[in-house]
């Protein structure tokens, strides 16, 4: 389908009146001025499916312009995806759409500017020295991003799964509030699917195992990729580490170990120098070794895990935690156990300007 057909006369696909939503078509004109002619100064990141530029309108708003790199029919499809599926949700935690451009091959998003970027950023790019992410800082980004989410899940129509939740696409906005961003690998679930078999998409370290190997889309993907950017915002650690050349250590084999012998505070991100509130980081790196287990129907739904995060369901996760995955291994095996290159077989990814390995297909299509 082509994204004329998707968005005719400004329609979304579910033929709901586009006035309700605030998006509006931008001219080429428009936003070759508002960003510089894309100058390279006004650059803000870059990520598969291009770059991202800073702008400001002729009312003075500021704007964020993400450009479609090269032109193809899978960019196209993303575009429209990405453009269609934002144009309908509206929730204080996710990204807002302000509108997009297509003009001969120019494929353009206009989105409202995120003063503080990505949490990659704050946690291992250019600004993780200065160290802004504070212990509340981070709570709040937890439960804003795990609310997002829900609300894509469990309240918009048909429900959405995003597929590529991850560190640089959570952003942030100058009262340091997360806002969830990238629609562009986003699925809706048709009303009744419990999944839906797709084409693998991605990003190395944050895939659920049932995902990456048999292309099996759901909730539980998220909640599994939700898992490990939680552990990576109360450790500051990445998903996958390398311990040398040939071996890595996934986020969970580190954090795992350190739970079963009751070592949270071991956990911590050491920028945090020691100022965290035990209580929330216990929760936090629970609800997160929660939702990274398997098999997908133990994870918790995101509505559960807003209810962990913000304290409203203590009991049940006192519960938990005596579950056999938190118990010390009786084969005293709890030193962490590593993963191997051969763990990424058969999956082809490249590599975008911030290190991520973004998955492009796999062997295992749907
Ligand atoms: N609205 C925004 N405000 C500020 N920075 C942004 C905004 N949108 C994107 N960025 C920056 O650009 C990067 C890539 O954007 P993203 O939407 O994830 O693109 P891609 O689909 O190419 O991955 C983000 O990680 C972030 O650093
Ligand atoms: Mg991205």
Known sequence: MSFFSLLCCGKSVDGRDPKSSTWRVFSLKELLSATNKFNYDNKLGEGGFGSVYWGQLWDGSQIAVKRLKVWSNKAEMEFAIEVEILGRVRHTNLLNLRGYCAEGQERLIVYDYMQNLSLLSHLHGQHSAECLLDWSRRMNIAIGAAEGIAYLHHSATPHIIHRDIKASNVLLDSDFHAHVADFGFAKFIPEGATHVTTRVKG???????????????????????????????ASGRKPIEKLSLAVKQSITEWALPLVREKRFEDTADPKLGGNFVEAELKRMILVALLCARS???KRPTMLQVVEFLKGEADEKLATLENDAMFRPDPLGNSKGFVLTDKSSDGMSHKKDSKGDTRQETGRFLG
């Open 203 to 233: 990003t190395l370290g944050y895939l659920a195992p049932e995902y990456a190997m048999f292309g099996k889309a759901s909730e539980s993907c998220d909640v599994y990729s939700f898992g490990i950017l939680l552990l990576e915002l």
């Open 295 to 297: 098999p997908p129907d």
